[in-house]
Nanobody
Framework: QVQLVQSGGGLVQAGGSLRLSCAAS????????VVWFRQAPGKSREGVSG????????WYEDSVKGRFMISRDKAKNTVSLHMNNLKPEDTAVYYC???????????????????WGQGTQVTVSS
């Protein structure tokens, strides 16, 4: 059984930092493209950062460039999202998602991703 289990997130003041982690079981996450999506109330799910299976290439949505960093820990079979200088508009439920074929890490569409984490609330207060 494949599972992506997320940890991290929570409540932070504007300007603060949080780290989200996505740990996989049942698959070798290093073989999969991984994207972090987020969904704010009343909005559609959007990709914010992606990383290729090799880890050589990363993508960031414009609004998070320079503030978020995605990384892999191959030994731990995890992908993390380090979020710095958080803003109230970053408030959303964040999801990690994995795709083996077809999922773009630069223009991700939720339907292209096979496995999903359970979602983690990130709330940034002003």
């Amino acid at each position: 059984q494949v599972q992506l289990v997320q940890s991290g997130g929570g409540l932070v003041q504007a300007g603060g930092s949080l780290r989200l982690s996505c740990a996989a079981s049942g698959i070798t996450l290093n073989d999969w493209t991984v994207v972090w999506f987020r969904q704010a109330p009343g909005k559609s799910r959007e990709g914010v950062s992606g990383i290729t299976d090799s880890g050589d290439s990363r993508w960031y949505e414009d609004s998070v460039k320079g503030r978020f960093m995605i990384s892999r820990d191959k030994a731990k079979n995890t992908v993390s999202l380090h979020m710095n200088n958080l803003k109230p508009e970053d408030t959303a439920v964040y999801y990690c998602a994995a795709s083996y074929y077809g999922g773009s890490y630069t223009d991700p569409s939720p339907g292209e991703f096979t496995y999903w984490g359970q979602g983690t609330q990130v709330t940034v207060s002003s």
